[in-house]
Structure formats: structure tokens, C-alpha cells
């Protein structure tokens, strides 16, 4: 079997709260569902249902999940936030996807590197036990993983539509994506504008040599380059903002009850979401915040902890690689680099909501938690990118311009460069 990769400093306990069950829809392998159907469920669920499964059309055809309910989650969760399966028939038993969860395992030539979801408070607070020391337990679960879904090392990484680079030149820009993002002395949202630029750069170098991939780059050149300009805030446009307001409509829909007067009232809610207009309303929001109160709030001035966490986040995704690729709806490395870079903006802009529900302006740690919870399943979810919107959006993101400008617009004036979070963010 490959080898685990973890980060060393990557730990994780569940925490039981119930968060995932209650978010997120449980698909089922074959085996899964063969097994949960042989077992007569229904009368023993504490929250009634009618069904134990939903079947939904996609892309890759028809994919069945647990039944859903949109308040109390998924049919198995118990007022306890405990597993109905877990209790009654063990840990193995359970669905293959409950399993994983927060776990990803993404195949590299260099053995196999343990991702987690950020959609889970336990990650994001970097709490419970060290990954390396569940060693036995990981293997188990990539073991059953394996024997479900094809897990094979690809053989090369696929950096620009079907342009493909080998290993050895990922290994080259992973690099230089790693320097830029330790860069201590520097704010974070330049950090990332490093990286946003060196990957464009590669692009450009790779377009022209039409085959061959050489890195000629000099990293120090750009962050040179980066540095003499003048970093100007420009407020974007109104079609560039709703690349980053429209994944409020997509949270709000998600966390709306299913009724026949929401299905017809939400599209219009999202629409005027999407155009920065109207009230947001989120989980662990206090009251309901004007989306025009965001445009009038001073900049921010994050603490060292905000900015540690923010910066640990991007970092983690970068060690792990589970930013584009099989990890990532397939998406080829420079515009898995887009969407990661797009989380900056969009937690930045939850971040300040949650902080104005709560009564303050300047967003503190925990407001920081709360919106890289959302931002992270907002910005790994398929079905946002699925629609017409996501679409438009991901086509303006090819653009890195539209790019830099949200996150000098979200990020400058926000930090004042902090040692790297590394040290600085070891969980509380
Ligand atoms: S969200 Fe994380 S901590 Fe909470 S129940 Fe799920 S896995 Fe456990």
C-alpha cells in the first residue's frame, strides 16, 4: 500500500457536534446502499421520514444519499448529535462517505497526502490527536476507501485545460508556491497575489513553448515587481463583486427550509444577493445584516490570530494538494490556484458579516472560524459551480485580473504582515 502523508502538524478529534450530519448529504456507494436497504430503518428514526434515501440525476448519473432533512440533517442523527447506524451496528457498518469524513486522500507520486475538509470545527480548530499517530486507523479507512473508489496516481498533473505538465516541473512551482506563501514580512492577501501571479506567469511561459515546460521564472523578479506597485484599492464592478456575493445566495438556499413558498421566493433572493442587495442571514448569525452595511465598514485590521489561522488554511490546502486535480472536480491547476485564492475574499467578506451580526465591526477569531466553516463548503461544493451563475463565475476567474482586484478589494488594509501562521496557529 502507498504511503500516508500527513502534515506534522495536522490533528484531528471529532468533536461530536453534529455539524457534518446536519450539513451535508451522504452519498452511498453500491455496497452501501445494498447494505442500509436490507435493514428496516424507518421505525426506529427519532425524527420521522417517509424515506431513507434520496436519488438525485447528475452528472456522473444517478447518485443516491441518505434522506435529508433541512433542519434536523441527515434521517440517521439523533437528538444527541450521535449516528443511529454507529450506535446500533458499529463504527464499520457505516456509510463509506461518514467514514472519510473530514478526511480526503489525495495520490501523488510521492505516496499519498491526508487532506481535511475545513467544514468541520475540529479542523479548523486543529484540535484531538495527531494525524501521524492515527496511522493504523487511516490506513484501515484508505483501505476500504480503495476498494470503492479508483484511486490511482495520475500520470501527470494537469495544469492548463488539457495541457499537462509531469511531475518533476509541479514539484518545481509547488516550490516556489510554498516560499511565497512563508513569506513572513509580507500581508497575507499579498502573499497569495505572489502565488496568483507566479502560476499566471507559468501559464503564459508554458502557452508560449507549446509543449515543453521549463521554469525559467524568477519568483523573486515578480514579488520585486509586486512589491514597487502601488497597490491601490479599486472598488470592482458590480458584475466582478457578484463573482464573490452570489456564494451568499448559495449559502443562504442551503440553509432555507424546503417549502413550496421558498422554491419560489428563492431564486429571487439569491438573484439579489448575488447583487450585493437585501439581508443575509446564516447559521450562528445574531440578527440579519444588510448586505450594503459590508461596503461601509472601515478596513480591518485582523489580530495576529486571524491572520495565523487565515494563513494556516491556504497552507494546508497547498501541503495536502487538495486544491485542483482528482481532489477538486478535476480541475487543472491553474484554476484550482484560482479558487483557492478565491476563498481569501469570500471568507474576508463572511467574516465581517458574521462580525456585524454580532454587534462589532472588526471581525475576531471566532467570526474567522465561522466564515472559513461556510467559505470552505461554499467553495468545494459542485453544485455552485453547476448552474448558470457558477459558470459565468468560473469563466471570469480565468481572468487573474478580476482576481487580484477582489482580493486587494477584501484584503488590503486589512493586515500588516505577521510571522508566518505556521508557528503562530497551532489550534485552540
Ligand atoms: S463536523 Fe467534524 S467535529 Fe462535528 S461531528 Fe462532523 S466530523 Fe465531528
Given at each position: 500500500?502507498?504511503?500516508?502523508?500527513?502534515?506534522?502538524?495536522?490533528?484531528?478529534?471529532?468533536?461530536?457536534c453534529g455539524a457534518c450530519c446536519r450539513d451535508l448529504r451522504i452519498p452511498l456507494t453500491a455496497a452501501d446502499y445494498e447494505r442500509h436497504s436490507a435493514v428496516t430503518w424507518l421505525e426506529n428514526l427519532t425524527h420521522k421520514s417517509k424515506k431513507l434515501f434520496d436519488k438525485r440525476r447528475e452528472r456522473q448519473g444517478e447518485v443516491c444519499y441518505f434522506?435529508?432533512?433541512?433542519?434536523?440533517?441527515?434521517?440517521?442523527?439523533?437528538?444527541?448529535?450521535?449516528?443511529?447506524?454507529?450506535?446500533?451496528?458499529?463504527?464499520?457498518?457505516?456509510?463509506?462517505?461518514?467514514?472519510?469524513?473530514?478526511?480526503?486522500?489525495?495520490?501523488?507520486?510521492?505516496?499519498?497526502?491526508?487532506?481535511?475538509?475545513?467544514?468541520?470545527?475540529?479542523?479548523?480548530?486543529?484540535?484531538?490527536?495527531?494525524?501521524?499517530?492515527?496511522?493504523?486507523?487511516?490506513?484501515?479507512?484508505?483501505g476500504d476507501y480503495c476498494q470503492s473508489i479508483q484511486c490511482e496516481v495520475p500520470s501527470a498533473v494537469m495544469f492548463y485545460h488539457d495541457y499537462a505538465i509531469p511531475w518533476p516541473a509541479f514539484a518545481q512551482i509547488e516550490a516556489t508556491l510554498f516560499t511565497a506563501i512563508e513569506i513572513g514580512d509580507l500581508p497575507l492577501y499579498k502573499r497569495l497575489?505572489?502565488?496568483?501571479?507566479?502560476?499566471?506567469?507559468?501559464?503564459?511561459?508554458?502557452?508560449?513553448?507549446?509543449?515543453?515546460?521549463?521554469?525559467?521564472?524568477?519568483?523573486?523578479?515578480?514579488?520585486?515587481?509586486?512589491?514597487?506597485?502601488?497597490?491601490?484599492?479599486?472598488?470592482?464592478?458590480?458584475?466582478?463583486?457578484?463573482?464573490?456575493?452570489?456564494?451568499?445566495?448559495?449559502?443562504?438556499?442551503?440553509?432555507?427550509?424546503?417549502?413550496?413558498?421558498?422554491?419560489?421566493?428563492?431564486?429571487?433572493?439569491?438573484?439579489?444577493?448575488?447583487?450585493?442587495?437585501?439581508?443575509?442571514?446564516?447559521?450562528?448569525?445574531?440578527?440579519?445584516?444588510?448586505?450594503?452595511?459590508?461596503?461601509?465598514?472601515?478596513?480591518?485590521?485582523?489580530?495576529?490570530?486571524?491572520?495565523?489561522?487565515?494563513?494556516?488554511?491556504?497552507?494546508?490546502?497547498?501541503?495536502?494538494?487538495?486544491?485542483?486535480?482528482?481532489?477538486?472536480?478535476?480541475?487543472?491547476?491553474?484554476?484550482?490556484?484560482?479558487?483557492?485564492?478565491?476563498?481569501?475574499?469570500?471568507?474576508?467578506?463572511?467574516?465581517?458579516?458574521?462580525?456585524?451580526?454580532?454587534?462589532?465591526?472588526?471581525?475576531?477569531?471566532?467570526?474567522?472560524?465561522?466564515?472559513?466553516?461556510?467559505?470552505?463548503?461554499?467553495?468545494?461544493?459542485?453544485?455552485?459551480?453547476?448552474?448558470?451563475?457558477?459558470?459565468?463565475?468560473?469563466?471570469?476567474?480565468?481572468?487573474?485580473?478580476?482576481?487580484?482586484?477582489?482580493?486587494?478589494?477584501?484584503?488590503?488594509?486589512?493586515?500588516?504582515?505577521?510571522?508566518?501562521?505556521?508557528?503562530?496557529?497551532?489550534?485552540?
Open positions: 500500500m502507498p504511503e500516508l502523508q500527513y502534515p506534522d502538524d495536522a490533528r484531528f478529534t471529532c468533536v461530536q434522506a435529508h432533512h433541512p433542519v434536523h440533517g441527515c434521517v440517521f442523527l439523533q437528538p444527541d448529535n450521535l449516528c443511529l447506524v454507529h450506535s446500533a451496528k458499529g463504527y464499520d457498518y457505516k456509510a463509506l462517505a461518514c467514514k472519510l469524513f473530514p478526511f480526503k486522500f489525495i495520490p501523488s507520486p510521492d505516496g499519498i497526502r491526508v487532506a481535511r475538509k475545513f467544514h468541520c470545527p475540529a479542523v479548523i480548530a486543529n484540535e484531538g490527536e495527531p494525524l501521524n499517530k492515527q496511522h493504523k486507523q487511516l490506513s484501515k479507512l484508505f497575489l505572489l502565488c496568483l501571479r507566479f502560476i499566471h506567469a507559468c501559464k503564459i511561459e508554458a502557452l508560449g513553448q507549446q509543449g515543453t515546460f521549463g521554469i525559467e521564472l524568477d519568483p523573486q523578479k515578480i514579488l520585486c515587481e509586486l512589491l514597487q506597485e502601488n497597490m491601490q484599492k479599486r472598488r470592482p464592478a458590480l458584475g466582478e463583486r457578484v463573482v464573490v456575493t452570489q456564494f451568499l445566495g448559495y449559502l443562504v438556499a442551503h440553509y432555507s427550509r424546503r417549502s413550496v413558498w421558498h422554491s419560489l421566493y428563492l431564486p429571487l433572493r439569491k438573484l439579489s444577493l448575488a447583487l450585493g442587495i437585501g439581508h443575509v442571514q446564516l447559521p450562528g448569525f445574531t440578527h440579519p445584516v444588510a448586505l450594503s452595511q459590508l461596503h461601509n465598514c472601515p478596513p480591518w485590521q485582523p489580530t495576529a490570530e486571524c491572520e495565523a489561522l487565515l494563513h494556516y488554511y491556504f497552507r494546508q490546502k497547498l501541503l495536502t494538494r487538495d486544491y485542483f486535480g482528482p481532489a477538486c472536480f478535476k480541475l487543472p491547476l491553474v484554476a484550482g490556484l484560482n479558487l483557492l485564492v478565491l476563498a481569501y475574499p469570500l471568507t474576508v467578506m463572511l467574516a465581517r458579516l458574521y462580525a456585524l451580526s454580532r454587534g462589532h465591526v472588526t471581525p475576531l477569531l471566532q467570526d474567522v472560524k465561522d466564515a472559513m466553516y461556510l467559505s470552505d463548503f461554499a467553495c468545494y461544493a459542485s453544485d455552485i459551480w453547476s448552474g448558470t451563475a457558477g459558470r459565468l463565475s468560473a469563466f471570469m476567474l480565468s481572468s487573474p485580473a478580476l482576481l487580484e482586484k477582489l482580493v486587494v478589494w477584501y484584503g488590503s488594509g486589512t493586515s500588516t504582515g505577521t510571522p508566518t501562521g505556521e508557528k503562530q496557529y497551532a489550534g485552540k
